[in-house]
Each structure stands twice: as structure tokens, then as C-alpha cells.
């Protein structure tokens, strides 16, 4: 085989005429062209050569990495096709915690947003404007300029670990850019991964020719490809990455968002499109209204735009609350409508016993997806919109997401379905049904099937015990089949009764055996929520667990107790000392733990005198990595900025300081050499 004599590089014959200090140097720069073409064809759609002469510079290089495996580099464009199947998915804390955004589809919100910000700051702020993206977000993390973790969401502070399946995205830089811009040391990013809308549809109709269920909307698509245990199935997803912010960039000298966003572009980011600056409220809304008027014209899904303060140091001095930033503001668009004819109206039981009327659909395309069923809420709800089997309703999705039946649409000489009502008895179980208020519950709480295999359902879910593979159909069959009758009984599971079930092969039996397995060690806070305990979410639950530590001193607390702890009311912490104390409730909490489960508490929050403070680090570190001090930092509790302020509790000098030392001792912010910081971070 001959290498590729092309754009400047020299052929250098046979492979085997070629040392292995020859065929580094080859795979380098190889490596650095397709990533320079890579970046020219994915994300500034302006390629320079063919497809063809871009595959054979990729076959060169695959060839000089088969023939030396040891220059394989993780940031080798070989390596976006998928590694072997991943066994589970580890989880990582965000470098910082990714915050969700406070939100309004009201524009009389916004005018106050503005105020409350203006009588913070005493002068007028600078708005940086994006559209929201409707996807799946993620961090990347960089190091020395190559790619090394990719972290989704998660809870907004940690987050599962997919570094694999998001190297497959053509459009993530494995190697940054460094021709306009010298690449950062350390460098953590936000994006969304998004699927375009005439992709996704594709996407849908190739799943429905396969006999497999077709995603709901191109973010549960986005979603749902980012977290397949494959990345080559991943790798033959459409997915695209649009960054928009800096996470953490120690060192980075950068005043603006609207400067980070550039500095992105430079290193080969796609960045978010369309971002501007403004300083009125006239060209906030100029721009919402220009995304709302051609939202629909979008090959992408946005459910608003975002509003950010532009200067970095006043966000800084206006800081989060624990779920949000308070200097940046969502506007969200009033949710898309369309219309359809009830087929039929159906009674869904849920964990709680709870008892919703269903509208069956003719499907109909609401903003992109296909929706086929809506919620009616409860029997109040139906009365007062007079809906029946056969109307022709309006929809909408909710959030953009949840369908919701809004109105009754009048038509003459149409016959009419029987007005609907909830039946008297269960419809799993034939328990003659409670009211509480305008709601409807099975009261068989322990006997009911629906309830059963929705708490199963519930416990292990994502923000449960996230159970790989144990989703609402396989759930049906190990109820069904008599399998599972209460959560213990899936740590009893065996391969071989797996295996009976329909639709079960031996590896498909063997993957969830070994994902509920490997569940037997999880979090105290993940336990609780999987419970299924009356209006405990996933806040809540980590509140008990940090509060408790165990579950013994969790079910001695008293309600008076459990009414103390933030985010648990009057009704719920009754909720949470009955169930815990409700004999078979007890029963089933003690049948897991026989199986072997260890609950793993809560991390213990170090108190030190670096707690709640802010560091900044400057020059060299010559102990230590950087990497290596900022952990150390967050390790106690502390936090790091990139930027030297009047919230700046301490400087770490190393060596070669830059001008962040001057401006430290000017706000008389305490100095630490490299050893002083050490010897803190060992007290």
C-alpha cells in the first residue's frame, strides 16, 4: 500500500519501508488536516476537498494506526466511528453546576427582570440574546486542548459519563483549534446536542421499518441517542452539538459572553446561531418576535429565546439562586396548537392510585412530532371542557412537550359519543374508586396491578435506581408473568426465567439481569426517590439523605422533625412519616435490603476555612497540576473563578504571576505561594 501524496505531504512509500518515527510524524499531521476539514465540512459548511480525498487521507491514517496501534490518540478521527459496548454509564460532577433557567411565556415579566437589575447595578446592563434550543445538554471537558469527558446534565451536579457516544458527533472538535487562538489548559464547555427535525423524521420512519418504537420528539431523540450502551449506534444518529458558554476556563482573561462566544468559534466550536447584543428592552422583544414569526420555518426545535446579562463581573456580583441564575431570563413561546378528532377516551391508573382520563387521538403533527395521546386530567376537567369520544379538539404540548387537549371544536350534524365518565370500580383491580376532591383513586394500593407495575416502573427509573433496560413494556411481562410482585423480587430475577419471557433472548436476559445486579450498590438519595413516597421528588429526597445520612435515622424521625427539612411541608412530612411507617410499605423497604442492597450516603460536607470561599489562581503551579488545585479546591468546598474580584477570598501565586497578582493586592485579597495552598489543603 501506498500513503496519499497530497497537499503538501510527500509520499513516502511501502509501510514497511517506514520507521515508526516516520509514521508518527505522518499520523500527526494527517491527524491535523482531517481535523481542519473536519471543521471547514461540519460546522463552517464550507469544505475545501471531496469526500473522496478526505476518505483517503482517513484510510492513511487508519492504516498507519493498524500497522503501529501505540500512535492511536484519543483525539484520532478514527475513533468517532465507536468503541466496544459500554457496560453501564459511570456518573461525574460538573466542573460547575449547570443551572436551569427561570422562565416566562409573559413579556410584562421581563420588563421587571430588567428593573430588578437595573436597581441592582444603578446603570443600564448589556443583553446578550440567544435562541433555546430544545435538546439534550451536555459538558465537554478539554484538556491541553483535546477532548478528554463529556457529562450530560444529569441534576445540574452530576451528570452520567458518555465521553464515548458523544466523540461520534461530527461537529464536537476532538483536538481544538489552535491557528487563531492558543488553546486553554483546562476548558469546560456547555452545548446542547440537538436533532434536526427533517433528520428526526427520517430517523422515525427508519425505527418504524425495523419493527422498533419511534422516538416522541427530537430532544427524547437526542436524548436517548447520547445514552445508548453502542456508540456505533450512537455514531449512526444525526446529531449535532451547538455550544453557548463557557462552564470553566482557569486563567481565561475574558469580560463578555459575547467574547467567550468568539473565543468558542475560534477554537471549532459551532456555537449557538444568531447571537446578539442589546441594551433596551425594545430589541429583547424585536428579537422574540423575529424567532416566534419563523419558529416554525426553523429545521431545529426552539421553545424561546434567553436573555443574559453580557458582562461577565456583573454576573459575578449578581450571582444564582440554588436553581437558577438571576441574571439571565427565559422567554418562552405560548405552546404550538393543532387539531384532531377523540377516537376514544381511556382511564390510566397511576403509582399513587391516581385515576386520569386519556384522550386516544387520530395522530397529528403538533411542532414536529406526532402526537397520538393527551392527558385530560381528571373527571372535573373533562366535564368542563364537554369533550367525547368522536370531537374534533384543539391540542397543544404543554411545555412543548406534554400533549394537552384545549378546547372542543363545535360542528353541526355530527353524532356524538356518550358523555364520558369514571367508572366506579378500578380498572386494574375492580376496587370500587375514592374521590378526593376532583380527583379519582384506586384505593388498593398494595393490590392493584396498574399500581404495581407503575411503581415498579418508577423505581427504576432514571432519577431512581436507573435501571437500564427495565422500561414499562419489559415491566408488564415480569408482572404479568408473575415474576415480580414487589421491587425485592427483581434483585431475585435469574437469566434463565428472563429468557422465557417474550421478546427475550439470552443477551438481551443477560443485560438486564446484570443492570439490576449492579444496581445493588446506589445512592441513599436515589433509594428515596425510587420509593415512591407521596410528592417526594428528586429535590426532595436529596435534602432527606443529606439531612439523614441513613435510613434508620430517616425512619425514627418524627413528623415535627421531618416538617424541618427544606422543601417538606405540613402534608407531606405526614405523607413521608406514614409510609415509612406503614407495615408493608416497611416490609418491602426490609425485602430489598435483604437482597443485598447497600445504600451508599451522602458525600459529607467538609467544613474548613475554604468553605463558601472564592480562589483564583495565577502563573505556573509547578507541585501540582491545575486541574489537580481545583479539585482540591471544590474538594472542601470551596469555589474557583478565572478572574480576580471584590468576591475573591484568595490568590494562589505561582510562578510567572500575571496582572491578576496587582489587581489582588489592590482589593487586598490574601495571597498564597503554591506551598501555602498545598499545606491549607492538607489541614
Partial sequence: MHLLAWNGFNTTGDLRDMSKSEAEIRAEKIRLELHRHAHLYYVESRPEIKDSDYDLLFAELRALELEWPELITNDSP???????????????????????????????????????????????????????????S???????????????????????????????????????????RVAPETLSVRGEVIMYLSEFEELNQAMLKKGLDPYANPRNSASGSL?????????????????FDILQCPGLAVES???????????????????????????IEEYYRSYEDRRDELDYEIDGVVAKINQLDVREELGNTSHHPRWALALKFEPRKATTRIRKI?????????????????????????????????????????VRAGDLVRIQRAGDV?????????????????????????????????????FSYCPNRFGCVAQLKAGILHFGS????????????????????????????????????????????????????RAIQEKKSIDFNRFIYGLGIPEVGVTVAKNLANEFGNLPALQEASIERLESIDGVG?????????YLHNDITSSRISAVLHQGVRLIPPKSSRSSEMAGKTFVFTGKLIRIKRGEAIEAVESVGGKVSGSVSSRTKFLVVGEDPGSKLQKAKNLRVKLLSESEFINKIKQ
Fill in 227 to 243: 445514552r445508548q450502551l453502542k456508540s456505533r449506534v450512537t455514531a449512526e444518529r444525526p446529531l449535532e452539538l451547538m455550544i
Fill in 402 to 438: 406534554i400533549p394537552q387537549v384545549v378546547e372542543r371544536i363545535e360542528e353541526e350534524n355530527t353524532q356524538r359519543g356518550k358523555e364520558f365518565r369514571i367508572p366506579k370500580n378500578c380498572p386494574a383491580c375492580d376496587v370500587e374508586i375514592v374521590e378526593r376532591g376532583p
Fill in 462 to 513: 432514571r432519577e431512581g435506581l436507573d435501571i437500564e433496560g427495565l422500561g414499562k413494556k419489559n415491566i408488564e411481562k415480569l408482572v404479568d408473568e408473575k415474576l415480580v410482585s414487589e421491587p425485592a423480587d427483581l434483585f431475585c430475577l435469574q437469566v434463565e426465567a428472563l429468557e422465557e419471557l417474550e421478546g427475550f433472548r439470552k443477551k438481551s436476559a443477560e443485560n438486564l439481569y
Fill in 570 to 578: 405540613s402534608i407531606m412530612s405526614e405523607q413521608i412519616y406514614e
Fill in 78 to 136: 478514527t475513533q468517532r466511528v465507536g468503541a466496544e459496548p459500554q457496560k453501564s454509564f459511570g456518573t461525574a460532577e460538573h466542573s460547575v453546576p449547570m443551572l436551569s433557567l427561570d422562565s416566562t411565556k409573559n413579556l410584562e415579566e421581563l420588563v421587571r427582570f430588567d428593573k430588578r437589575i437595573k436597581d441592582t447595578l444603578g446603570n443600564n446592563p448589556e443583553y446578550l440574546l440567544e435562541p433555546k434550543l430544545d435538546g439534550a
Fill in 257 to 283: 459572553d459575547f467574547e467567550g462566544l468568539e473565543m468558542l468559534k475560534d477554537w471549532g466550536f459551532k456555537i449557538v446561531p444568531e447571537a446578539q447584543v442589546v441594551t433596551t428592552l425594545n430589541e
Fill in 346 to 386: 381511556v382511564v390510566q391508573v397511576g403509582r399513587t392510585g391516581k385515576l386520569t382520563p386519556v384522550a386516544d387521538l387520530d395522530p397529528v403533527i403538533v411542532g414536529g412530532v406526532t402526537v397520538s395521546r393527551a392527558s385530560l386530567h381528571n373527571r372535573e376537567e373533562v366535564e368542563r371542557r364537554g
Fill in 138 to 180: 451536555i459538558e465537554l471537558v478539554y484538556e491541553h486542548g483535546v477532548f478528554v469527558r463529556a457529562v450530560t446534565r444529569g441534576n445540574g451536579q452530576v451528570g452520567e459519563v458518555i465521553t464515548e457516544n458523544a466523540k461520534t458527533i461530527s461537529s464536537l472538535p476532538l483536538r481544538l483549534l489552535s491557528s487563531k
